[in-house]
């Protein structure tokens, strides 16, 4: 069973960065595209960013476009979000998982934008 530890959020100022990492665990094999995904408080988990895993073919969602880099490494079974320029809307709790076929939810990593 995958498991999914996601890492690197804390509190930024608006116009900061930060670098969030996804580690997946046990079997992967079925992945074919993974993505990151965030739910501030008071509204439903929506989607980020996804990353094909064969090709690192990357989508976005308008609201991050531009300012968000998804990423992935392949031996590391590693999933990344590189987030700049970092709004106060940007403030979540920030998960990754799979697209279509969900594994488990992992605890997420909070970002926090604030000044």
């Known amino acids: 069973q995958v498991q999914l530890v996601e890492s690197g959020g804390g509190l930024v100022q608006p116009g900061g960065s930060l670098r969030l990492s996804c580690v997946a665990s046990g079997n992967i094999f079925s992945f074919k595209t993974m993505a990151w995904y965030r739910q501030a408080p008071g509204k439903q988990r929506e989607l980020v960013a996804t990353i094909t895993w064969g090709e690192s073919i990357t989508k976005y969602e308008d609201s991050v476009k531009g300012r968000f880099t998804i990423s992935k490494d392949n031996v590391k079974n590693t999933l990344y979000l590189q987030m700049d320029s970092l709004k106060p809307e940007d403030t979540a709790v920030y998960y990754c998982?799979?697209?279509?076929?969900?594994?488990?939810w992992g605890q997420g990593t909070q970002v926090t934008v604030s000044s």
């Open positions: 998982n799979g697209v279509s076929t969900f594994y488990k």
